[in-house]
């Protein structure tokens, strides 16, 4: 059937199609796989190391160049944490709540006397292009050509992805996005000014698409579908549940770097991969009735209209192997590992935590290989205070959670309290390769904290960044973790 299908049925009419696929297709249009199925959906979005966005093909970098949405890993933290900030959730209800609520009143205003409107360019259009402005600090531009300019990049945007390449319109629409952007916000923490303009391109017109989308579609479907008011309780439930029954941007776009398995089909290294949002919505393993619009939906919000990668998954991304592996001659699974490398080779070893920690890496994973050169002590890295608190905490200046390596790996395993003596070294999250192992340094750790008050003192400092993670992620957008 695949064979069959063509671009205006995905267009038209796609949900038919989407079902007859799940949860994976090659679909020769395309020139690619179309992943339908939720679970599947998920999969590819969380392994950004599979799965890339990092690919000259890919249609929005090739418009308006790199941003947070062509890059992964540290490379996308660098690019989005300067607008993070200002877009978590309780700022966002202070800052823009009573813009919004002045820019509704003026927009019905503004059409109320006709006694009619076309709902999308009349009122959701205008109403997201002008909080996108306010956002960007163009509060004097105009909503009308703010809103001709996203109507040109995502059209040339639309058609790159359609085999076509950028269009005159969309490069235009850019450069007046930018001859208006760049003096206003220059450049930012880590990002050129020209990065900045690319990420402001991205923030508008993805601000605008699915602001607009989601209004339009939110009030079509309680039009249609709901026989009365909805009651105020369950307004962000219906919310959730239109994005879930047609999400605004319906598809999201990712490119194998390497030959691999996803349920059943066999991608190879470069393919294509077209990861269907409104399929994943509609998929009735997870969502009864997928196809129904129920505001009582008690899963609803576990939709995927925004997509979710580490982050909206409950996941931080994590610098590993600290402070490098790369001179290493063999696995420190496998055997006491000793890097006997010169210090000036093991700083360059350090300059891909450095970027990863100017980044905001969350959290970073320390090797349990030996680095005489860095301590004279001879111990493992994670269990070394000097180099978890001296060269990583205080000379690069890392400020999150540390983890160790696997307690269980031969150069861990032979020390006596493991994980006590880890803890004490500044390690904040344990890990055994074993469940008998980690009930036993659980146990040692509640045997040993009674009769130590720095080993308690140092459980309270590891609580405390670990929360402060939970709290993180959960404000920016994922479900509230259950790390203990």
């Given amino acids: 059937m695949s064979h069959e299908i063509t671009l205006e049925q995905l267009e038209a009419d796609p949900h038919p199609v989407l079902a007859a696929l799940r949860p994976i297709a090659w679909v020769p249009v395309l020139n690619g ?9 998920l999969h ?21 160049g790199p941003s947070m949405l062509t890059r992964d890993g540290s490379e996308h933290a660098r690019h989005r944490d300067p607008f993070a900030e200002p877009l978590r959730l309780a700022a966002v209800r202070e800052r823009f709540a009573p813009v919004v609520r002045t820019e509704v009143d003026a927009l019905i205003d503004g059409f109320e006397r006709d006694g009619r409107a076309e709902l999308r360019r009349s009122f959701a259009g205008p109403l ?12 004097t531009a105009d909503a009308g050509e703010m809103l001709g300019w996203y109507d040109a990049i995502v059209a040339s945007v639309t058609g790159v992805a359609e085999g076509k390449q950028p269009s005159e319109a969309g490069a235009t629409a850019f450069e007046s996005l930018r001859d208006t952007v760049e003096p206003e916000l220059g450049s930012a923490a880590q990002l050129s000014s020209a990065e900045v303009v690319s990420n402001a391109a991205v923030m508008m017109f993805g601000g ?32 959730e549940e239109s ?24 991608i190879g290294k470069g393919d294509f991969v077209e990861i269907s949002l409104a399929g994943a919505n509609r998929d009735p393993a997870y969502f009864p009735d997928p196809n129904r619009f129920d505001v009582h939906r008690e899963n609803a919000r576990h939709q995927l ?49 450095q970027s990863a920690i100017r980044a905001g890496v969350k959290l970073v994973m320390v090797s349990t290989a030996v680095y005489p050169k860095l301590d004279g002590s001879k111990r493992p890295a994670a269990f070394s205070s000097t180099i978890i608190n001296g060269l990583l905490r205080k000379k690069l200046g890392f400020k999150g959670i540390t983890v160790t390596d696997s307690l269980t790996a031969p150069a861990a395993d032979r020390i ?25 340094g659980y146990s040692t750790l509640l045997g040993d904290e009674a009769g130590s008050a720095r080993l ?23 479900p509230a973790c259950t790390t203990p």
């Fill in 243 to 266: 994005l879930r029954l047609e999400p605004a941007a319906a598809v999201i776009d990712r490119y194998a770097t390497r030959d691999v398995e996803l349920a059943g089909a066999e």
């Fill in 456 to 478: 308690r003192a140092r459980l309270t400092i590891a609580a405390a960044r670990i929360r402060a993670l939970k709290a993180w992620l959960t404000e920016a957008g994922g």
């Fill in 128 to 139: 997201a292009a002008r909080v996108v402005a306010q956002l960007l600090g163009l509060e």
């Fill in 416 to 440: 006596p309290h493991t994980a006590t003596k880890a803890m004490l070294a500044g390690s904040d999250l344990l890990i055994f390769g074993a469940e008998s192992a980690s009930e036993h």
């Fill in 208 to 239: 605008i698409e699915t602001t607009e989308g989601m209004i339009v579609n939110l009030l079509y479907h309680l039009l249609t579908y709901v026989g009365g008011p909805v009651e105020p309780a369950l307004y962000a439930n219906a919310v």
């Fill in 305 to 353: 209209a925004f997509a979710q990668g580490l982050v909206a998954g409950g996941t931080a991304a994590t610098a590993k192997h600290f402070p490098g592996l790369g001179l290493a001659t063999g696995n420190t699974d496998n055997g006491r590992i000793v890097i006997r490398a010169a210090a000036s080779e093991l700083r360059q070893g350090l300059l891909p935590f």
């Fill in 44 to 64: 590819v979005m969380r392994d950004a190391e599979t799965f890339t966005v990092d690919d000259p093909r890919f249609s929005t970098g090739r418009v308006v």
């Fill in 33 to 41: 796989w179309l992943v339908t199925g939720r679970e599947a959906a």
